[in-house]
């Protein structure tokens, strides 16, 4: 078996390797492309979800080698959508305009780690489903991740 070093995700042990970005299994890593392809292939459901898919499976795999920039800019995407209720669509700019700043603090992955993982948006019987999941999912890390919230404020701010 393989346990994602990210999430926790334990899946069947595959033959690929993952050696991009993100403190993840190649295993978990397949989990998360095949569910950004079902958002891909239903545009409602990617305008409702997918910039929280993606924010959310970035910072649950911080750590490793995964850089500071990247675990803040999407930690500050959570922040924006869980927190401030935004849509995840109206997200994307703020990010890019945040992505402008220089310096980024290096924030540990919280000791509790959320209790849902990517494997459990896999599979959704609908895209109803799917979004439904995705939102529990991203809520579930965004409470994991209390110990950074005044930080993720201040760059969703800034
Ligand atoms: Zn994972």
Redesign the pocket.
């Known amino acids: 078996m393989s346990v994602?070093p990210?999430?926790g995700?334990t899946l069947p042990a595959g033959d690929t390797t993952y050696d991009r970005k993100f403190n993840?299994?190649a295993e978990?890593w397949a989990t998360f492309e095949t569910v950004i392809a079902a958002e891909f292939q239903n545009p409602a459901l990617f305008g409702q979800v997918h910039q929280l898919t993606v924010d959310a499976y970035a910072v649950?795999?911080a750590g490793g080698g995964h850089p500071d920039k990247s675990v803040c800019i999407h930690l500050a995407g959570l922040q924006l959508t869980m927190e401030r209720g935004l849509r995840p669509v109206d997200v994307p700019p703020r990010l890019q305009r945040l992505a402008r700043r220089t310096s980024w603090p290096h924030l540990e992955s919280p000791a509790t780690r959320a209790g849902l993982?990517?494997g459990d948006v896999a599979g959704a019987e609908s895209a109803g489903a799917h979004a439904e999941r995705v939102r529990a999912w991203a809520q579930a890390v965004w409470s994991a991740w209390a110990p950074h919230h005044a930080t993720a404020r201040e760059l969703a701010a800034g």
Do not use: E, F, P, R
């Open positions: 994602c990210g999430c995700l993840a299994s978990c649950q795999h993982t990517i």
